[in-house]
């Protein structure tokens, strides 16, 4: 463009070419433009760490797809019933205007019509998710085991109470209460085959201030499989049987009568110590309670 | 207030004494547009920019009443919008982003998208700029008090840094898989703040505005904002264009130069400057019409592409 016009009555010497100027021009007005958009793309990459309290709603593409995909319409947000999703505010510390929630504020009812999937226009929420039971929005873990009550010894219960896929995502699992040695504990536990991440645990823990079970991302929540390691229990499952064939069983004496392998006695079974008396003082006097 | 202007007897072509020439002459504050309001009446002299703010307010107004007033008539933002149920709109410069960043968005996104493209291609593309975009408030709000206050000068980039800022803003978005500039875009940003809450985004939208107030006269909207340049793009063909048609009339008083936020389309048109036509066709207009409320001699007015006469 520039270039087709001749400096007409200028002197040459005066101003430098047209061409020159076009390109200098040009150099320092991309310069500045590359650095103010390097500088976006560069807080970006920065900020696209999500935070570990915020969940994204059911269906979301992982981070990186959501990131290229989500418009940030809110289009999602304006038809959760329950007002769970809200749409990240610049200072939140999710990328500005994408959708998340806050499980220990509103947790997530999992409508079973999944409304804001079927709201998002750019496939950032897949609608491949038709079952809200198949979300995977996150990942509940037993965090704080300082703190749970469960852990405790009482019966608190609540984040397994809650739970909309109760018995399967949390269930009780019966210990031994090595402290008192006379009861049990139930302590909830999350089977992430289940989990949906909906946090009404993480919402209903009854502790005061921050909960002891909490909704992570599955990334933070989950570590990697160990691929190298078969798991027995679930390779004979598979096969049908053992993989290495029956073991020998030994009898064990006094025991003759018991499933192999089983150990355990009642009072008064297997072999017995003759009767124990501690040693009584001699004479009458008062004992003093001393003990060597 | 400026001084009266004294309008018996003087010849036609004279300066008007309160208009950026003559107020230069005087060396006092220019009031671009007074000379229009005396001769055509307050309301007649912000005809476009009445019909403009309400055109803005009343965009804003009808996503607002939703979460204000459960009025449910358009729900989402300007990136994407669903209106009674069954209207999907997106704005096409985002899914340019998404495509760079490698994503297909859903059959509402493309068919919203191709709907505003359509429009914006047909109409023009700055419409979006001066009739709806939530920004131009700010900085039309700077630009008149740059005025009101008499700044002058600053350092604004050259008009063209937009085109190469739009250019990066799809190298970055190809570059990260993501859309980055939305993290900072001042322009979504506001919309939906104002809509869904503003965070530190008031930080964003201040900082155009004593941009624009300080440092570069209209410098976002004529300068810097990408997405003004996507839709200045979409624009170069379309149909409704600004003519000077009444040139012959022009005074010379310069107030349509004071009041365009892209004075440097007006030249060509106005003064026959490459072409003869009196069409100004720079696809940088936003066809706001302000120089047809400011010009008291009438030269312009809103016209098609095809009108080429001159009266």
């Known amino acids: ?292 | 207030m400026s001084a009266q202007t004294t309008t018996g007897g003087v010849p036609e072509r004279k300066v008007p004494p309160t208009s950026v020439r003559g107020a230069a002459m005087r060396g006092v504050v220019a009031r671009p547009g007074q000379e229009a309001i005396e001769a055509k009446g307050w309301l007649r002299a912000h005809k476009w920019l009445l019909l403009r703010r309400a055109s803005q307010l009343g965009i804003l107004a009808l996503f607002l009443v939703g979460p204000w007033l459960g009025w449910w008539i358009v729900k989402g933002n300007l990136s994407s919008s669903l209106t009674l149920g069954v209207l999907p709109l997106t704005d096409p410069f985002l899914i340019a982003q998404q495509l760079a960043a490698g994503q297909w968005p859903y059959q509402e996104a493309l068919l919203g998208g191709g709907i505003v493209l359509a429009f914006y291609l047909l109409f023009g593309g700055r419409l979006f700029c001066s009739w709806v975009c939530p920004v131009n408030l700010v900085t039309d709000a700077a630009a008149w008090l740059r005025r009101r206050l008499g700044l002058k000068g600053g350092k604004a980039p050259a008009g063209n840094t937009r085109y190469w800022l739009l250019g990066f803003v799809l190298v970055i978005a190809a570059a990260t898989g993501s859309l980055a500039w939305e993290w900072v875009n001042p322009v979504s940003m506001f919309h939906r703040g104002l809509i869904f809450g503003f965070g530190l985004a008031w930080g964003i939208v201040g900082g155009i505005f004593f941009y624009d107030l300080l440092i570069a006269p209209r410098g976002w909207c004529g300068h810097l904002c990408p997405q003004g340049a996507f839709y200045a793009l979409l624009g170069r063909a379309s149909v409704v264009k600004v003519s000077a048609d009444r040139r012959s009339a022009c005074n010379d008083c310069m107030d349509c130069f004071a009041v365009c936020p892209e004075p440097q389309v007006i030249r060509p048109a106005l003064k026959g400057v490459g072409q003869d036509h009196p069409l100004i066709l720079d696809a940088d207009c936003t066809t706001c019409g302000r120089c047809v409320d400011v010009c008291g001699k009438d030269v312009f007015r809103i016209t098609t592409r095809f009108n080429r006469s001159e009266s």
Not at chain 1, 261 to 287: C, F, H, I, M, N
Request: with cysteine.
């Open chain 1, 1 to 292: 463009m520039n270039d087709t016009v001749k400096p007409t009555g200028r002197t040459a010497a005066s101003a430098p070419s047209p061409r020159r100027r076009f390109l200098k021009d040009a150099a320092g007005v991309a310069g500045g433009a590359g650095l103010l958009a390097l500088g976006a793309g560069m807080y970006a990459k920065q900020a696209s760490a999500l935070p570990a309290t915020a969940i994204r709603p059911p269906g979301a593409l992982p981070e990186g797809d959501f990131l290229a995909a989500c418009v940030r319409c809110g289009l999602c947000v304006r038809d959760c019933p329950y007002d769970t999703l809200k749409l990240a505010e610049l200072g939140d510390n999710v990328a500005t205007g994408t959708p998340y929630f806050e499980a220990r504020r509103i947790p997530c009812e999992m409508c079973e019509d999944i409304p804001c999937v079927v709201a998002c226009p750019t496939g950032a929420l897949d609608r491949g998710l038709t079952d809200i039971g198949k979300a995977k929005m996150g990942l509940a873990v037993l965090i704080d085991q300082e703190n749970c009550l469960n852990f405790l010894g009482l019966r608190c219960d609540v984040c397994y109470r809650v739970c909309p896929v109760i018995d399967k995502a949390i269930t009780l699992e019966r210990m031994h209460n090595p402290r008192s040695d006379r009861h049990a504990m139930l302590l909830p536990t999350v089977h992430s085959e289940y989990c949906t991440g909906c946090g009404k645990c993480e919402k209903a823990c009854v502790l005061p201030g921050e909960s002891a079970i909490k909704v992570l991302p599955i990334k933070l929540a989950q570590g990697s499989k160990a691929e190298h390691y078969l798991r027995g229990w679930e390779e004979k499952e598979a096969a049908g049987g053992s993989l290495i064939g029956d073991q020998v069983e030994l009898p064990v004496r006094g025991l003759e009568d018991k499933a192999y392998g089983d150990t355990r006695v009642k009072p008064g079974e297997g072999p017995q110590v003759p009767d124990y008396k501690p040693a009584q003082p001699a004479g009458s006097g008062l004992d003093s309670g001393w003990k060597p």
